[in-house]
């Protein structure tokens, strides 16, 4: 039965390729709920989950949890936290959910998420459809997966930067109580004025009064859950500097780097170029690296970091811990090489131990 079920899940990595086609002539959003509807019932017929049993097992312990392996799905794949379970058996370690607001969203206008398959990379302006972090916390309550679970939480577009940390602080109670982790996104640029939290006083500002509900909310449950930080790869070094200062100074439990990219440097002249948002992918890759490993370099040495942006196999995954992140998070390289990514960095970090 394991081996029918291993042989399931082998089919599913090799039809990738095939549906990949017929997928890439669809609407990239509309692909997207696709293969998200097909995955859960691949997940419900029981075809994924032996799949994971055959990964190599390589716990790690990080940020005081412990991952069944190092690799993470990104958040944005996985909005409205609708699919956990499903992702868990595809072989994901851990899974981060959201951007999730206080209230619900619709996001921008369609069209609104591009290929740019020449260049292995999406350009995106979703900005921050979700269903609102009430929906999600009631999903991720009733959940049953060993994999680690990250709640990623932002603003909503008509909420000011002016009263933005009311937003996170209701996020960080809601999510508080179902959360493994819970990821502060300060890093999208699809919501305008988002990165300006980013500036030195404001994520001081911002940071302070999260760590202090932290608090708060470790003494009223009795257990510590990690706040991180997700940063955008377009910072200039005295820019990472001032951030690593000020995670440095209020002890963040960890940070996300990086987020999608404004630069287009890497895909000048291809035709959808000039389409607004964040670009992701392989053209992200490198930029991504050098901000991980400024990080290291500036953080307190037991301050994790998540390292995310163009892996696309398993050699990319290892740079990015070479460069100094413990803990690795994919989502166009899903897109661009299907569910064999997952194992090809599984087996990658497994081997180099
Ligand atoms: C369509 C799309 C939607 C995304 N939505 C979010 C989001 O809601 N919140 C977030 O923190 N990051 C979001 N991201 C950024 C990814 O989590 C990731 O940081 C970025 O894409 C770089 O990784 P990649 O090159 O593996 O895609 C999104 C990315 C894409 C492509």
């Not at 958040?75 to 699919?83: P, R, V, Y």
Request: aromatic share 6%; with cysteine; net charge positive.
């Amino acid at each position: 039965m394991g081996m029918l079920f291993g042989n399931c899940m082998s089919l599913i990595a090799n039809l990738y390729p095939l549906l990949k086609p017929w997928l890439f002539r669809m609407d990239a959003e509309k692909a997207h709920e696709w293969t998200t509807r097909m995955m859960r019932v691949a997940h419900g017929l029981g075809m994924l989950t032996a799949g994971q049993e055959k990964l190599p097992q390589m716990p790690v312990e990080c940020l005081g949890l412990k991952f069944p392996n190092g690799l993470g799905l990104a958040a944005g794949m996985d909005k409205s936290a609708s699919a956990v379970e499903a992702w868990a058996a595809l072989g994901f370690g851990f899974v981060e959910v959201g951007t999730l607001t206080p209230r619900p969203q619709p996001g921008n206008p369609k069209p609104r998420l591009f290929r740019l398959p020449e260049h292995d990379a999406l350009i995106n302006r979703m900005g921050f459809n979700n269903p609102g972090i009430d929906a999600a916390v009631k999903r991720l309550a009733r959940r049953k997966t060993k994999a680690v679970v990250g709640v990623n939480i932002g603003k909503n577009f008509d909420t000011p930067n002016e009263r933005a940390v009311d937003d996170y602080l209701i996020g960080l109670r809601k999510a508080y109580p179902v959360a493994d982790y819970v990821a502060v996104n300060i890093s999208s640029p699809n919501t305008k004025g988002l990165r300006d939290l980013q500036a030195e006083d404001s994520i001081r500002a911002l940071l302070s009064a999260l760590k202090n509900e932290q608090s708060k909310l470790a003494s009223e449950y009795g257990h510590q859950k990690p706040v991180l930080v997700k940063i955008a790869p377009d910072l200039d070094g005295q820019q990472i500097e001032a951030l690593a200062r000020v995670f440095n100074e209020l002890s963040v439990d960890g940070v996300i780097a990086t987020n999608t990219t404004i630069s287009r440097e890497s895909v000048a002249g291809h035709p959808l170029q000039k389409e607004a948002g964040g670009l992701s992918g392989a053209p992200v890759r490198d930029r991504s690296t050098l901000v991980i490993q400024a990080l290291r370099m500036l953080l307190k040495e037991e301050t994790p970091i998540i390292g995310v942006g163009g892996i696309l196999c398993g050699q990319d995954a290892l740079a990015k811990r070479q460069a100094g992140a413990q803990l690795v998070q994919v989502y166009s390289g899903l897109v661009f090489r299907g569910p064999a990514l997952v194992h090809d960095v599984v087996r990658a970090i497994a081997e180099q131990g």
